[in-house]
């Protein structure tokens, strides 16, 4: 390993220690939104809750974030009528 890349790497510490933060914060956010939507909000719906709560943030970090924290959408069955129609 060269050793410019490894000082690169000590003073990015700093950065990765506050992205992490910030991950974990937006982690709560996005769960928080999942579960008030009984967990049937994925990456475009909780993305567009957060623009509305103006936070800034990327779809694709929410997208990240989320399967890193296994947060997954439930899929809702449909209702299928057991009635025939009158002919």
Same mark, same amino acid.
Request: proline fraction near 3%; hydrophobic fraction near 40%.
């Given at each position: 390993?060269?050793r410019?890349?490894f000082?690169?790497?000590?003073?990015s510490a700093?950065?990765?220690?506050a992205?992490q933060? /910030?991950?974990?914060?937006?982690?709560h956010?996005?769960? %928080?939104i *999942?579960?008030?939507?009984?967990?049937?909000?994925?990456? +475009?719906?909780?993305?567009?809750?957060?623009?509305?709560?103006?936070q800034?943030v990327?779809?694709?970090?929410v /997208?990240?974030?989320?399967?890193e924290?296994?947060i997954? %959408?439930t *899929?809702?069955?449909?209702r299928?009528?057991?009635?025939r +129609?009158?002919?």
């Open positions: 390993m060269a410019s890349s000082y690169a790497w000590l003073a700093k950065t990765r220690a992205r933060a /910030a991950d974990e914060a937006l982690a956010e996005i769960t %928080v *999942h579960v008030a939507s009984r967990q049937t909000y994925g990456v +475009p719906r909780i993305h567009a809750e957060l623009r509305r709560l103006e800034r990327n779809r694709k970090r /997208a990240r974030v989320m399967r924290r296994g997954q %959408v *899929h809702r069955r449909r299928h009528s057991l009635t +129609p009158a002919k």
